[in-house]
Structure formats: structure tokens, C-alpha cells
């Protein structure tokens, strides 16, 4: 039964706060030392009475397009009005009578606009998300009850069939498993120009924060067992990587460790692929790594060719391939469903590609798996994201979908909550002490333990985040714009 009878967005405001990261995060193409943080608040009228909401997430350069001819400043001209207009769109946008309503009419609207406007889908989805998680952070707010308890009631009248028609009769308590998790076990994110060990840090380049920073140190540090390991695409480079990884990895953990691979569209195609795959198995070291550990391989091939007819056919003769998922190439509704018939194992969740999209992913890989047989996977990765607002709504989705081990690189890459002010830092660490604790340097932190974050004080908050974070105290992004991108 829905708990609303009208809903509208009546404003969103846009404000930034801009990072700079703790060393660079090499990925892909791209090598992130700064970006800008955007805060979504959504005024919204809920049965005729105003409330609030906020949502918020990095833009990490060339993420949305992986496009090396274009610089950064460029597309995020772009990326900002995309945003931009799904909010505009919001807010011209009639009272709905639930929240499932008004979703459908943004996307609807709003990606009509940005395939006329040729924009990436993963782009358009992202914007859109920004504006949904703070309208449904705005909506758990105002009733007070956390966002897993309305979406296992189905009191935001989601109509999974509207968004895939396979999913017909599909409620989220058929495939969600309550109770959300309380614990999440940390996949730690090897980027490609990490330091694995002390012999890799060059004189001045350590940060002055007290936090780990080479792999060895972050192993110790947070009793870490699980990982994601990042490769170029360049046999060279990846062969004695792979190798120093593993054999790091085999004597510091202690025990078999537990890990992805993720080919960040570096690879023409899957035959391009397999070559490199066939290449590094000639190592015995690397052989027997993923053989004991070896989870899945996130999307190696470019999203431009990765959901093509013709990889059907290359993973049908490819007999023992590994479990492929896609990620970047998520970027529609029916991306996902593609895929699977195509032969991936699955995809990949995360905030920033959308709410409603990411709860009918789930549902299709839930139907998938019980008509086919065939094990699914969704995994949960990162955005290099960060509190105060991101990291914990993205925690409170993990946990409902029930992921068990999520990518998280936001603490590795930024440090902490140094970035917000103090009054902040101190309401967080009130609010979610199983989740954030100071560290030596007086900076709060994620509390990781034996490579866990317990997320507990997650679950019970409205969406995520208990205190409320006012964005106002941050530029807005009118003035940002003026300053940065002129």
C-alpha cells in the first residue's frame, strides 16, 4: 500500500565541494587527482507537505565516456548540464501520485532529451539518479522509516513489469533478503599506479595522513581479504603486475584471498581478451592465483562493443571462460537482460547508474537464475565514494540487495572526511560510530576490522544517513562553474 497520495519536486539545488584525492587513482584512461563532489537537494511536497532531501556523488573524469580525444573540463561542461536539466525536468514536472509514477515520467522525459542530444545513457542515468535518491531520501525522511522497510513493503508502488516486462508478478520481497545486511565485507581496490609495496614509494610521494598507502600496509592495517585488481590491457605491464599481486597477496593474507578482475574497457574484444587471458595463464603463479581466487572479470571489453551480437558466439566457443559481468555498459534498462542472453554472468551495482534500475537489474538476474539455472552475479563497486551522504546511501542499497563483499576505494583514495566541516564530521561519527571512527591524524574514517565495515546504524537510518547535511555551506555550482570552467 502506497504511503503516498500526491508527490511533486518542487525545487533542486546544486552545490559542490571539491576533492583532491590523497595520491592519484589511475583507472582506465584516466588518472583522478581532483574533482568536484555534487550535492542533489530536492525541496519536495509529499500529501502537501514540504520536505527535503539530498543525494550526492564525485564525477570522476572520463568515467562517463572513456573518450581520450576530449578533455576533462569539456565533458564535464557536459556532464553538469545533463544534471542540470534532469533536475530542471523534476521541477516542471506535475503532482504524481506515488513515487514509482514520478520516476517513470523523469526518465521517461528526461531520456528522450539526452538521446535526441546523442548523450551517453550512463551519463543520462547518472543525472537522473542524483534527483531520485534525493527525492527518496526526502520521502524516508518525511515518514521516518528506512529506505528498506518501504521497498520491501512496496509503498513506492514500483512496478518492475513497467520497467522490464520479463519481471511481471515480480515483487521486491520475492528476491530482496531481509533483513538488509550489517556487515560488509571490503574489496579493496588495486588501482594501476598503486603502490603494492615500500620498495614502490618514491621519495615525497607518501601522503602525510597516518592512513595506509602501499597494498601491504592497507592489508595489515584492515585485515583485508578481498580485492579488486585493475588491469591495463598491455600483456607487459599486467604479466609481472599480476605476478608481484599475487605473490604479495599469498603471503600477507594468510589464507585464500578472494578477488575480481576488472579489464576497465581496455580490450578491442573478447577474443582480444582471451589472447591476454591465454598469456598470463603461461605464468604458474598467476595460473594457480586465479584458480584459487578468481571471481569474476568486470567488463573488459569497451561499452561500444561489449553488448554486440557477435559475443555471443565468442563466449560459446570460449567453453571455461570465466564469469564475465558488464558495467560501464549498463547503461539502459534493458542492458542488463542483453547481456545475459548474450552469455555475461551479470552486473555490476552502483548508486550513480540508479535506483529503480539497479532494483530491476537485481529482479532480472533473481528471474534469470531460476528459469536458466545459470548462477548470476551482482556485484557491488565503487565510485570512489565518500561520505558524508554517498558512501552511506550506496551502503544502505548494497546491504538490502544483500552483497556480501563491495568494492570500496573512497577511503583508500580521499582521506576520510577531511574534506567536510568539523560540525559535520562530529554528526556523523555521532550517528554512525559502527561505520566511522577518528583516526590517529583526528580525521574520522571508515572503521574497518578484520576487512568488515558493520553498517548497522546504515540500515536504520532514513536512507543511509542519519544526520541531516546541509550542501548550502558548500559553493553552489552557478559560482563553481563561473570559477573553474570559464
Given amino acids: 500500500m502506497s504511503l503516498i497520495s500526491s508527490f511533486r519536486v518542487l525545487r533542486v539545488e546544486w552545490n559542490v565541494l571539491p576533492m ?8 582506465g584512461i ?13 525541496t519536495v511536497e509529499i500529501n502537501h507537505c514540504v520536505v527535503q532531501g539530498i543525494a550526492s556523488d564525485g564525477l570522476p573524469p572520463k568515467w562517463f565516456t ?8 569539456s565533458d564535464l561542461m557536459t556532464d553538469l548540464a ?18 514509482f509514477d514520478f520516476w517513470s515520467e ?12 546523442g548523450i551517453p545513457s550512463l551519463l543520462g542515468n547518472f543525472a537522473l539518479s542524483l534527483v531520485e535518491r534525493s527525492a527518496l531520501d526526502a520521502i524516508a525522511r518525511h515518514f521516518d522509516i528506512p529506505l528498506h522497510r518501504m521497498l520491501l513493503d512496496n509503498s513506492l508502488c514500483l512496478d518492475l513489469a513497467a520497467v522490464n516486462p520479463q519481471l511481471s508478478g515480480l515483487d521486491p520481497h520475492h528476491f530482496f533478503r531481509p533483513p538488509p545486511l550489517k556487515r560488509t565485507r571490503v574489496r579493496h581496490t588495486i588501482g594501476l599506479g598503486d603502490p603494492l609495496s615500500e620498495s614502490d614509494v618514491s621519495p615525497g610521494t607518501r601522503p602525510n595522513d597516518g592512513l595506509p598507502f602501499h597494498l601491504i600496509e592497507n592489508i595489515q592495517c584492515y585485515g583485508l581479504t578481498h580485492f579488486k585488481i585493475k588491469i591495463c590491457g598491455n600483456i607487459d605491464v599486467d604479466k609481472p603486475r599480476l605476478e608481484t599481486i599475487a605473490d604479495i597477496l599469498k603471503r600477507v593474507v594468510g589464507s585464500p584471498c578472494r578477488f575480481t578482475l576488472d579489464g576497465n574497457e581496455q580490450f578491442r574484444n573478447f577474443s582480444h581478451f582471451r589472447e591476454s587471458w591465454e598469456a598470463l595463464h603461461e605464468s604458474p603463479g598467476i595460473r594457480s592465483f586465479f584458480s584459487e581466487g578468481l571471481l569474476l572479470v568486470e567488463q573488459p571489453v569497451h561499452r561500444s562493443k561489449a553488448l554486440e551480437p557477435s559475443i555471443h558466439q565468442e563466449l560459446m566457443e570460449w567453453k571455461d571462460h570465466p564469469p564475465f559481468i558488464i558495467d560501464e555498459a549498463d547503461g539502459d534498462l534493458d542492458s542488463t537482460p542483453q547481456a545475459l542472453q548474450l552469455g555475461y554472468s551479470g552486473t555490476s551495482h552502483k548508486n550513480c547508474k540508479g535506483i529503480v534500475k539497479g532494483l530491476a537489474n537485481a529482479a532480472c538476474l533473481f528471474h534469470w537464475q531460476n528459469s536458466t539455472g545459470h548462477e548470476t552475479w551482482l556485484s557491488g563497486e565503487d565510485l570512489a565514494n565518500v561520505g558524508p551522504v554517498a558512501l552511506l546511501q550506496d551502503l544502505a542499497l548494497m546491504n538490502l540487495l544483500g552483497i556480501h563483499h563491495v568494492e570500496r576505494n573512497g577511503h583508500h583514495y580521499f582521506n576520510g572526511l577531511s574534506a567536510i566541516p568539523e560540525s559535520m564530521q562530529h554528526d556523523v561519527l555521532t550517528h554512525h560510530p559502527d561505520l566511522y571512527h577518528r583516526s590517529d ?27 541531516w547535511i546541509d550542501a548550502s555551506q558548500f559553493s553552489t555550482l552557478r559560482n563553481w562553474m563561473d570559477t573553474n570552467l570559464a
Fill in 82 to 99: 545533463v544534471i542540470q536539466r534532469a533536475g530542471a525536468i523534476a521541477e516542471s514536472m506535475q503532482i504524481c501520485r506515488n513515487f
Fill in 441 to 467: 591524524s583526528g580525521c574520522p574514517t571508515l572503521r574497518i576490522q578484520m576487512g568488515f565495515l558493520e553498517s548497522a546504524s546504515v540500515n536504520e537510518a532514513p536512507f543511509g544517513c542519519t544526520p
Fill in 66 to 73: 572513456k573518450i581520450p580525444e576530449t578533455p576533462f573540463e
Fill in 106 to 117: 523523469l526518465y521517461t522525459r528526461h531520456k528522450s532529451e539526452w538521446l535526441a542530444a
Fill in 30 to 42: 584516466a588518472s583522478m587527482t581532483h574533482l568536484p563532489h555534487l550535492f542533489a537537494s530536492a
Fill in 20 to 27: 583532491r584525492t590523497r595520491f592519484p587513482f589511475k583507472y
